[in-house]
C-alpha cells in the first residue's frame, strides 16, 4: 500500500514537470466539451496506454521500446491531423473526406457536434504513447523494482497507479481550463479564436515531440525542478530499512526463524541435480543469497567456500542462491563462469525470478540463513563480517543433528585481490549507481534518459562526486560509451575502487586506462590493471581497478575507455 502511494503522489507531481508541456495541448483540446463524455475518457485511455507501454518496456527489453517508436510515429500523425482541423474549418472538411472514405472515424468524430467517448478515448491512447513522463526518483524506482521482479499484475499495477496519479492532476487542470474557455466564449465571442489557437499549440506539441524535446532538454529541466520534492517524498514515505541483526552469540538460544522454504522456484543447478527441503532433511544447510558483481558477496565467499569444503563431510550443505542485480547476471553462462572464476563447486541455484529471494523474505546481498537438520531456520546474518560467529552456528547446529568429531578452529581464506577483506574505513565513498534509476552524487549537469548526449567533466570534484566525459546514453541500469576515448573521473576516498563493468552487444574487448589524481596508479594499481594503470574489458564483470598500497586517502580517479561501446554499472568501495 505504501509503494502504491507512493506511486500515485509521484503520477500527481507531474503536472510541476515541463516534460508534460508537449501533452498538454492534447489534454486541453477539447477542454469546452463535457467532461464525463470527453476529457474522462481521453485521460483513461492515456494512463491504460502509459502503463501497457512502461510495463513492456520495463520487462521485455529494447524490442518494446522499438515498437513503442511506431506507436508514436502514428500518434504524431494523428494528433497533428486533429490540430490542422482545429485550425481551420476548411481544413477540417477537405482533411476528413479521405478519413471517411478509409472508415476511419477518429478525425470524423472529433469535428463532430455530438459528442463521443470512444473517440475522446482514442485520441487519449494517442497521447499515452506520446507521453515521456520525466523518470525522477519515484518513476525511476517502479521501473527499476519492474525489471527486477519481471512482469506481473503488481507491476502493472504500480505504472497504472503512477499514470492515474497524473491523470488526475491533469483532470483538475482540464476542469478548471473547460470553466476558463466557456467563460471565455461567452463574454468575448472568442469561441473560433480559441479553438484556432488550440489547434496552433497541438501543432506545436507535436512538432516538440518529433525533434525530441520531450525527452531531452525538457527532461532534464523536470528532474531539476521536481526530483527534490520526489526524493523528499520517497524518504518520508518509504519505511527505514530492516537492521540487520548479527547471529547469536554462543551463551544465547538459537530460536526457530521458520521453516526452509521451497527451492522449486530455481531456473538453472549448477554442481547439482535439484534440491528440496525434503531431500535435506538430516543436513544442516547454509543458504548464502550472492550476485557475482556484489564486492560484498565477493568478499564473502572465500569464508563461505571454507566452511563448505571443511563441514562437508560433518552433515553441512551449502547452497549459494544466485539472485541477480544486474540484468547481465541473468545469463547462466556468466553466471557458470563465476562460479569457475570463484572455485565454487558446493550447489548453486540460479534465482533469475527471485523465487526463492521471495521464499526467504530476503532483502540483503549476501544473505547467510543457518537451517537446521530438522529444515528450521535457526539463524540469519546479512552482509559481510563476524565470519567467527556465524561458524559457530553452524558447528552448534551440526552438534545438536549428532554429528561428533568436528574439526576444530575457525577457517582463515587467506583471499586476495578482490576476495580479499575490506579495508574498514567508515568513511569511505559509498556505491554508486551510473544508471539514472539510482544514481546519486553526479556533478556533470542533467542527466539525459536513454539518449545520446555529450557531457563535459568539471575541472574540479568535491569528495563522492563524479562526472562523465564524452558521448554517452545513459540507460536505468547502466551508461554506454558511443564514441572512443569516453571519461570518467570519481573523487572518492578508500583503500579499494571497483567498477562494474562489461563489453557491449557485440562482445568486443574494450581497452581502458586510468590515472590517480593525474598519474599513472604505480603500486596503488588495482588486480585488473597493470602498473601503467592499462587494462581491458573482456566479461561482464566486477573489475578491481585501484587498491592503494598506503592508507585509505582522498583520490581522485580517471578512466578513459580507448574503445566505444562499453557498459558502466556501478562503483563500489573497499
Given at each position: 500500500m505504501l509503494l502504491l502511494t507512493l506511486a500515485f503522489l509521484g503520477g500527481i507531481l507531474t503536472i510541476l514537470s515541463p516534460c508534460i508541456l508537449p501533452v498538454l495541448p492534447f489534454v486541453f483540446a477539447r477542454a469546452d466539451r463535457p467532461f464525463a463524455r470527453n476529457g474522462l475518457p481521453m485521460l483513461i485511455g492515456m494512463a491504460l496506454t502509459f502503463a501497457l507501454v512502461a510495463t513492456l518496456a520495463a520487462v521485455g527489453g529494447g524490442w518494446a521500446v522499438r515498437a513503442n517508436q511506431f506507436g508514436r510515429y502514428a500518434a504524431l500523425l494523428v494528433l497533428a491531423v486533429l490540430g490542422l482541423t482545429l485550425l481551420s474549418t476548411h481544413v477540417a472538411e477537405w482533411i476528413s473526406r479521405p478519413f471517411v472514405k478509409l472508415g476511419n472515424r477518429l478525425t470524423e468524430k472529433a469535428q463532430a457536434q455530438e459528442d463521443s467517448p470512444w473517440s475522446a478515448a482514442g485520441l487519449?491512447?494517442?497521447?499515452?504513447?506520446?507521453?515521456?513522463?520525466?523518470?525522477?526518483?519515484?518513476?525511476?524506482?517502479?521501473?527499476?523494482?519492474?525489471?527486477?521482479?519481471?512482469?506481473?499484475?503488481?507491476?502493472?499495477?504500480?505504472?497504472?497507479?503512477?499514470?492515474?496519479?497524473?491523470?488526475?492532476?491533469?483532470?483538475?487542470?482540464?476542469?478548471?481550463?473547460?470553466?476558463?474557455?466557456?467563460?471565455?466564449?461567452?463574454?468575448?465571442?472568442?469561441?473560433?479564436?480559441?479553438?484556432?489557437?488550440?489547434?496552433?499549440?497541438?501543432?506545436?506539441?507535436v512538432a516538440a515531440i518529433a525533434l525530441g524535446a520531450d525527452t531531452g532538454l525538457l527532461?532534464?529541466?523536470?528532474?531539476?525542478?521536481?526530483?527534490?520534492?520526489?526524493?523528499?517524498?520517497?524518504?518520508?514515505?518509504?519505511?527505514?530499512?530492516?537492521?540487520?541483526?548479527?547471529?547469536?552469540?554462543?551463551?544465547?538460544?538459537?530460536?526457530?526463524?521458520?521453516?526452509?522454504?521451497?527451492?522449486?522456484?530455481?531456473?538453472?543447478?549448477?554442481?547439482?541435480?535439484?534440491?528440496?527441503?525434503?531431500?535435506?532433511?538430516?543436513?544442516?544447510?547454509?543458504?548464502?543469497?550472492?550476485?557475482?558483481?556484489?564486492?560484498?558477496?565477493?568478499?564473502?565467499?572465500?569464508?563461505?567456500?571454507?566452511?563448505?569444503?571443511?563441514?562437508?563431510?560433518?552433515?553441512?550443505?551449502?547452497?549459494?542462491?544466485?539472485?541477480?542485480?544486474?540484468?547481465?547476471?541473468?545469463?547462466p553462462s556468466n553466471v557458470a563462469k563465476a562460479i569457475k572464476d570463484f572455485h565454487i563447486d558446493y550447489p548453486v541455484a540460479m534465482d533469475n525470478d527471485y523465487a526463492i529471494w521471495k521464499g526467504f523474505n530476503n532483502e540483503y546481498w549476501p544473505a547467510h540463513y543457518f537451517i537446521d537438520a530438522q529444515g528450521r531456520i535457526r539463524a540469519h546474518h546479512y552482509g559481510e563480517g563476524d565470519y567467527a560467529g556465524s561458524e559457530d552456528v553452524i558447528r552448534r547446529l551440526l552438534s545438536e543433528a549428532g554429528y561428533k568429531n568436528l574439526p576444530m578452529g575457525y577457517v582463515q581464506p587467506g583471499a586476495s585481490g578482490a576476495e580479499a577483506a575490506g579495508s574498514g574505513d567508515m568513511d569511505r565513498s559509498p556505491e554508486t549507481y551510473v544508471g539514472y534509476a539510482r544514481s546519486e552524487g553526479f556533478a556533470g549537469g542533467q542527466i539525459a534518459h536513454d539518449e545520446n548526449w555529450h557531457y563535459h567533466a568539471p575541472g574540479t570534484l568535491a569528495a563522492n562526486q563524479w562526472a562523465l566525459d564524452g558521448n554517452w546514453t545513459i540507460g536505468p541500469q547502466n551508461a554506454t560509451l558511443d564514441t572512443p576515448t569516453g571519461r570518467i573521473t570519481y573523487r572518492f576516498r578508500g583503500r579499494d575502487l571497483h567498477l562494474v563493468l562489461g563489453p557491449g552487444d557485440r562482445g568486443k574487448p574494450v581497452r581502458f586506462r586510468i590515472t590517480l589524481d593525474g598519474k599513472a596508479p604505480g603500486d596503488d594499481h588495482g588486480a585488473d590493471v597493470d602498473a601503467e594503470g592499462n587494462g581491458i574489458i573482456n566479461t561482464q564483470r566486477l573489475y578491481q581497478l585501484v587498491r592503494q598500497a598506503h592508507g585509505t586517502g582522498e583520490r581522485v580517479f580517471e578512466i578513459t575507455f580507448l574503445d566505444p561501446d562499453v557498459h558502466v554499472y556501478a562503483f563500489t568501495f573497499g
Open positions: 487519449g491512447v494517442a497521447t499515452g504513447l506520446l507521453w515521456a513522463p520525466c523518470a525522477g526518483p519515484i518513476l525511476g524506482l517502479l521501473l527499476t523494482g519492474a525489471a527486477l521482479q519481471g512482469a506481473s499484475v503488481e507491476t502493472t499495477l504500480l505504472l497504472l497507479t503512477y499514470a492515474g496519479g497524473a491523470a488526475v492532476s491533469l483532470a483538475l487542470a482540464l476542469l478548471v481550463g473547460g470553466r476558463v474557455f466557456a467563460l471565455m466564449k461567452r463574454s468575448l465571442g472568442a469561441g473560433e479564436w480559441v479553438r484556432r489557437g488550440l489547434g496552433v499549440l497541438v501543432l506545436c506539441g527532461t532534464r529541466v523536470s528532474l531539476a525542478s521536481t526530483s527534490g520534492i520526489e526524493q523528499t517524498l520517497i524518504n518520508a514515505i518509504q519505511p527505514a530499512p530492516v537492521q540487520a541483526a548479527p547471529v547469536p552469540k554462543r551463551d544465547q538460544p538459537l530460536p526457530v526463524e521458520g521453516e526452509l522454504p521451497s527451492l522449486a522456484g530455481a531456473t538453472q543447478w549448477f554442481n547439482s541435480a535439484p534440491l528440496s527441503p525434503a531431500s535435506l532433511r538430516g543436513k544442516v544447510v547454509l543458504v548464502d543469497f550472492w550476485t557475482y558483481s556484489c564486492i560484498n558477496c565477493i568478499r564473502s565467499l572465500p569464508y563461505v567456500n571454507a566452511w563448505a569444503q571443511k563441514y562437508r563431510d560433518h552433515g553441512l550443505v551449502v547452497i549459494g542462491v544466485h539472485s541477480p542485480e544486474f540484468a547481465f547476471e541473468k545469463d
